[in-house]
Structures are given as structure tokens and as C-alpha cells.
């Protein structure tokens, strides 16, 4: 086995021993980031909460003596070098932002663990052929943070050449009202310089892309097993502003042919679309269908009126183009029907896609005799959730993903990692870099 | 006709020049409980809005010279002394609160058509058979301000002994957090003399209950008359505080068999109230629903959660009590099974009831009888909305309603009534007092 070189007992019990680094991490990072209402952590993209979670990892990477840079949009690199400097080199690593109110591990550890394997190596001596490359990106819960038209993945798309200049401006922070533009440029980054020169990261510099991750569903803890090897990774077509608006009037005194109730409509809307859901699942098609945001307006509306607007988001994702090209549809002609019959108007607004990406298969196999060579269960899994590892799979580069049983999901202050889980896949990330 | 003894030409002139009262009182009443947000008016229940109402039509009638009192509930009694003072009185007016955000003439327009009435009677020198008194009652949008256990109409139940303690501490303003106990004793009331005391008015103290309200739907304004001379009103079953409760999670992740999203419950449940709302219609009966505030919680919920949780009102309406307690069940028992489908709970909440109220069959004919006298072209019109004057119907006092068309709606900012209009109902108010 190509690993063998290199994957000695020493590295293996420093592994053991860097996984208290790992821990000390974890908790800096949710001592730091906590949020002061009491509920999980606040990393906000491009915001206070993502710069701290970054310093935090910086000053870890500085006393591993790594190699510690940034590039343009603010994204984290803290390298170890390899044998052959000239070679392309491994990146991993993950975002450290989280969505408001999120848990501790989302993002983070696949940072940790990166951190954790490189410090692991240093205290082995064990020396790579080539670089390792830690990456902590920014603004990867973009969507749940920035209004208006953006791509989402905001650091590893600017990493890689993806992001487009227009989503700086469109892009809108909704507690702040600030652009994207002025966000990096508070946080100290250079969204100019960004746009004048090349991409900060070739294709061809990279020998792969291999991201440790939390699974975000429940499917590891119902099967029973620590690590899943993930297959590929769901696209998303998204409205992030939706409106239903009908005008507000008396609740008891307007009879139901003159009323023009946005909520009854945006209800109806929303039946309809699960019900499309439930279709294509009836007939074999992968499909989620989320409205995570549904609001009447705060200041109107009140238990006698009825209601004349009211805001909404939607969330379909797939591993499937062509299900998500479906159902984009099926968002505009339900939308254009119901508001006829209903006497209202959607307004769905800016509709943003990120097209499903396939995890390379030779990462995966070797990943797969990883597990089986350091005894770990694994299975082989979908991402229901985007990561930057897609946006790195879109531009050619061979990623794969290890994902980590988790309790409660993610998205939430009740994540649950096991730090023995954890230990496991951060082994198979050191295993890995050592196969070649 | 019984009206001819006193109703003169001088007091038909007199009633013309009080117009100019009316216009005063209701531009004061708008510039002083405007919205300072700019939209409409806003006359809190047992607030800051609806105290200088007060303070408006109290500083009028003393200018009139009516005798001046309030009640430990702090309802407002304006009274012009009649020829018989032992005599059951006439009573008349409305309530001087608002919906947030609510129009300047629902409830105010018909104290100030009292106080209009009362100046041309003291103008014209009219001396009527009886005492007519002017309320202006409390409170009466009470479900549009405070939640927890409460009835509704809280002036005018108050005043006649309707209202319980308890609803003195279930009721709690959404705004300050504060009960309705601590909001009756700030704006300078006397709630323990209030449950201390027998109610402020016993019904054999009344002639009769007459109130003059602008139409809340747009039904005299599509059928082209001014005034409308009320046949009923609605009853209704109201919850003010339903929740739908699921879980937080990952919403690219998570199965739909895993699921459970309070949003797609939610819309489900107002779906299939919907449908029962069209079924009560084809069988003609009558019935009006509304949600009109619905919402996730914005300091958890995300583009990428599936919402955990959110929270509305249900408002039911109708003529029939039969109908009101099949739809009171209903909700129950679609709670029940969609929250079993869909893995969620629904939490109702507490249900408040009013019942039907009839109008006094014999007020209604003397009513359209003015009508006839006057040359105003009226119309009969079921109550959509509820009103003070269902109160005092439950108790025995014969009520009536006289409506004035008004465009647009009420509870909303773009409540128009016509002053021509106005003046025509006005007109037929006083010469309805002048009767018996």
C-alpha cells in the first residue's frame, strides 16, 4: 500500500496526542465565538465572529511554525512543507464562518483536523512528498448571512477564479444593510486587487482537494457508523428573497371573493411544492425542498387584518441537474398560477444555482482502503449539504470528502461530534496525505 | 312619525354646522395618535394612543358643556340631560382605540358622531325626552395588542360586568410585556374597585345601544349606498397564540423521512382550513378565516434550516354559533392529525369565543323609517367585524349599528370615509334619538 512509507507508529500516537490541540481548539473557538443570546456560535461571514474563529486558528498554525498567508478575499493558508516544494500540493481544510446561531462544528472541524494531522506530522517528523496545505475559507454560510444575488461559497469561489464582481455589490448583509464590497473591506481584505489579478489558486497547483467535514444529516448515527466517504455532492437552486403580496384588509367584515390573503396563497404554494416533492421521490429522484424563512410583516400585520404580504425563502437541492431544473420551473408556474387563482403576486426574486459535483473516484477508493487498513467502519454517503469541495470538483480538481458522524445535525446549536469519531477521520486525513 | 315632535329645521341646520366639529376632532385625533413610522394612526388599548383620544373627546364634550365621567375601566361617559333624567337613557358612541397601524375613523367616527349630535341638539336648543350619553369605551381592539386569555371588547364588557379577573393578568400587551392589570393601573384606572363594584352600567339604566361605525368591508361601496343599517353580528373563535413546533435542521441534509419542518406542517394545516372555509360557503353558510401573522423566529431560523418552529393566529367569523363551533373543532382535530403526519406538535393555544349578537328588529325598522324621512338610501348589512354593540346586546339591551361606507377597508392606513357620508349617518343618529 502506497501509505506504508511513511505511516509509522510514532505519527500514529502523535495523532493520539495532538487531538488535545484539537480539543483546545474547539473550546477557544466556542468560548470566543459564543453567542451572548446563549445559543450556539456566531461566525457571521465577513463579520466579527468569522475573524476571530480565523485568529484563532492563525496563532494555532504560528506555533506549529507553518507557512501562514492570506490571499485577497481573506482566506486562511497555513502550509507544512513536503519534499518536493515545486510539486502540487494537498489542500484540505474547510470554512470557519457558521450560519447564526449555528453549532461548533460545522466548518471548523475540518480546519481542526487539518491543524491537528500537520502538528501530528511536525511531532512524528514524518516528512510528506509534497506540501499540505490547510485552508480556512471564508464565507461559506454566505446564504444564510447575505441577501440579494450572489453564488454562494464566496471564499473558495474568489480562491479559485469563480466569484464574480457583481456579487460584490448585490450581495447584502441583512443586519448590517452592507454590501459584500464593504464588508471585506472592513475585515481588512482587498476585494480591488482581487478582481485585478489571477486567481490565488491554479488548478494545477492542487494534487487534490480533501475536506473533513461533520455529516449534517442523520444517516452515519442511524447506520451505526463514525466516518462515511462521501460520493458526491448535491446542487441547490435557491430564492433567498421570495414575496407574496395581496393587500391587507379586515379580517371579519371583507367576504372571501374580494380578499387577496398572502398568507393563504404562500400556503397554498408551499403545498403545492411539497407535493412535487413527494413526486419525484415517489419516482427514484433525490430532491430536498426547505422554506426555512416564512414571515408576515411584524409591523402590520395584526389577529384582525388580513394579511397583505408576507417573505419567504426557498431551498431545493439535488444531486440531480435536471430535478433542480425541473423544479426551478415548477417555483415560477406555481407561483404565476396560484397568484392568479389567489388574487395575489409572487415576487420570487433573484433565483441562485450551484450545480451538483461528483467526488473523484480514485480518492475515494483509496480513502475507502484507508478505513479498511486503520480499522475504521465507514460507508459511502451523499452530501445533502453544499461545501467548498464542490466548487473545487467544478474547476477540475480531484476532491473527495470525509464526513463524521454527528448527532442532532448541523445548522443548530445542538450539534453533537464525538471527539473519538473525530479522532478517526482525522486520522484518515493523515493516512491519506501519506499515500503519495 | 314619533320623530316629527323635535325634529326641527333648525336642528337639521345645526347638525350641518357641527360637520366643521367633526372635521376638527377627527384631524386632531390624526395629528396627535399618528404613526411616528408614518403609517396610520396608533391608538394603543390602554396606551399612550388611546389615552390622548380620550383626552381629545374629553376636552369637546367639556366644551359643550356634557356632563364628564369615567368608570373604574376608564370608559368615557359624555351625557347631554334629557327632559326625564330618571328615564333610560339613549346610549351611543364607540371605542377611541386602534389596530397598529390602523385607520383614524374605525371607532372614533362614531363618538365623534355623538359628541356632533349632542353640539347640534345644544345648538338648536333641542330638549329630548331623555338622557343621550356618548361613550367612548376602552380597549375594544384589544386582540390586536394583547395576547394570552382574553374575550375581547374589554371597555364595554367591563361595563356591563362581563369581564373577569382573570383576563386582568392572562392578558399581556405583546409590546411591553406588561398585563393588562398593569397597563389599567398605569393609564390611571382602578381595576380592584372595578371587580369590587357593581358593574357601571345595569341594562335597565338603557333604552337602547346605538352605534355608529364606518363599514369595515366593501360592500356599501360597491353596492353604492352611504349608510347601512346593521342586521347582526359575527361571532368568533379566535386563538392568538398558535405555535406549530417541529425540529431544527440541516436543510440539504436530512431526508424527508427525517424531517420535521413546522413551515410544510403549517402550511398544510391552512390549507386544509381553507378548504373547510370554501365547504361552509357552497352549503351557504357563513363563515370568514383568516391567519393574519404568521412567522418563523428570525433570530434562529435560516435559508439552510428547516424551521423548527413557527408561530400564528387563527381569526374565524361567523353569523351562525353552529358553524363557529364546527370550525373550533376543526382546528383541533386538523392540528391533531397533520401534526401526527408531518412528526410535529401544534400548540393551539387558548381559544377565545364572542357569540353572534342580533340587532333589535325594532331599532332596525325605525332606522331604515329615517332613512326614508331623511332621503338617505340604506341598505341592510351583516356585521363582519365585531363591536361594542354585540355586548350590550348579550345582556338584553336592544342594540343597533347604523354603517357608513368607507373605501379601502379598515384596520389598515387607507381607511376613506367620505365626510358626506358621515354627515348623512350622523344625521340619521340624532334623528333617531329624537324618536322616543
Chains 1, 2 share one sequence.
Not at 71 to 84: C, Q, S, V
Not at 171 to 178: F, I, M, P
Not at 183 to 191: L, V
Not at 370 to 396: K, N, T
Amino acid at each position: 500500500m502506497a501509505g506504508q512509507r511513511s505511516w509509522t507508529d510514532e505519527l500514529s500516537r502523535a495523532l493520539d496526542t495532538e487531538m488535545a490541540l484539537a480539543d483546545r481548539l474547539f473550546r477557544k473557538l466556542k468560548e470566543r465565538t459564543g453567542n451572548p443570546s446563549g445559543k450556539g456560535v456566531v461566525r457571521d461571514s465577513y463579520g466579527k465572529g468569522e475573524q476571530i474563529a480565523h485568529e484563532i486558528c492563525t496563532e494555532a498554525a504560528r506555533a506549529l511554525d507553518l507557512d501562514v498567508s492570506t490571499d485577497f478575499a481573506g482566506n486562511l493558508y497555513m502550509t507544512l512543507p513536503g519534499e518536493d516544494r515545486a510539486a502540487p500540493a494537498w489542500f484540505t481544510g474547510s470554512h470557519l464562518d457558521s450560519v447564526p446561531s449555528g453549532g461548533n462544528y460545522d466548518g471548523a472541524a475540518g480546519v481542526v483536523a487539518g491543524l491537528a494531522a500537520l502538528a501530528a506530522f511536525r511531532r512524528a517528523g514524518t516528512k510528506l512528498a509534497r506540501d499540505v496545505t490547510v485552508v480556512g475559507t471564508r464565507a461559506e454560510e454566505v446564504g444564510s448571512w447575505f441577501t440579494g444575488r450572489h453564488s454562494g461559497h464566496v471564499g473558495s469561489r474568489a480562491a479559485l477564479g469563480l466569484f464574480s464582481e457583481e456579487e460584490l455589490d448585490s450581495a447584502v448583509r441583512q443586519d448590517t444593510g452592507l454590501s459584500m464590497r464593504r464588508h471585506m473591506e472592513q475585515s481588512g481584505f482587498d476585494p480591488k486587487a482581487l478582481f485585478a489579478s489571477p486567481p490565488h489558486l491554479a488548478p494545477s497547483r492542487l494534487k487534490g482537494w480533501v475536506e473533513l467535514h461533520i455529516e449534517q444529516g442523520p444517516v452515519l448515527e442511524r447506520e451505526g457508523y463514525p466516518v462515511g466517504v462521501v460520493t458526491g455532492i448535491r446542487g441547490t437552486v435557491r430564492a433567498r428573497d421570495a414575496a407574496c403580496i395581496g393587500a391587507y384588509t379586515h379580517s371579519g367584515a371583507v367576504p372571501r371573493e374580494y380578499r387577496q390573503d398572502a398568507v393563504i396563497a404562500a400556503a397554498d404554494f408551499i403545498g403545492a411544492m411539497d407535493q412535487a416533492w413527494e413526486r419525484v421521490l415517489a419516482r427514484g429522484g433525490d430532491l430536498v425542498f426547505t422554506v426555512g424563512k416564512l414571515y408576515t410583516d411584524a409591523s402590520v400585520h395584526a389577529l384582525s387584518k388580513v394579511p397583505g404580504e408576507v417573505r419567504f425563502c426557498i431551498d431545493l437541492r439535488s444531486q440531480d441537474e435536471t430535478v433542480l431544473q425541473e423544479m426551478a420551473e415548477l417555483v415560477q408556474r406555481h407561483a404565476q398560477a396560484i397568484g392568479k387563482k389567489r388574487r395575489v403576486r409572487f415576487e420570487i426574486g433573484p433565483v441562485s444555482t450551484q450545480h451538483p459535483a461528483v467526488m473523484d473516484a480514485t480518492f475515494r477508493r483509496t480513502l475507502m482502503e484507508g478505513c479498511r487498513a486503520l480499522g475504521i467502519a465507514a460507508m459511502d454517503i451523499p452530501s445533502g449539504a453544499g461545501h467548498d469541495a464542490a466548487e473545487f470538483a467544478h474547476v477540475g480538481v480531484p476532491a473527495a470528502m470525509i464526513f463524521v458522524r454527528n448527532a442532532n445535525g448541523s445548522h443548530n446549536p445542538d450539534e453533537a461530534m464525538e471527539m473519538d469519531d473525530f479522532a478517526l477521520a482525522t486520522r484518515l486525513l493523515a493516512w491519506f496525505f501519506t499515500t503519495r
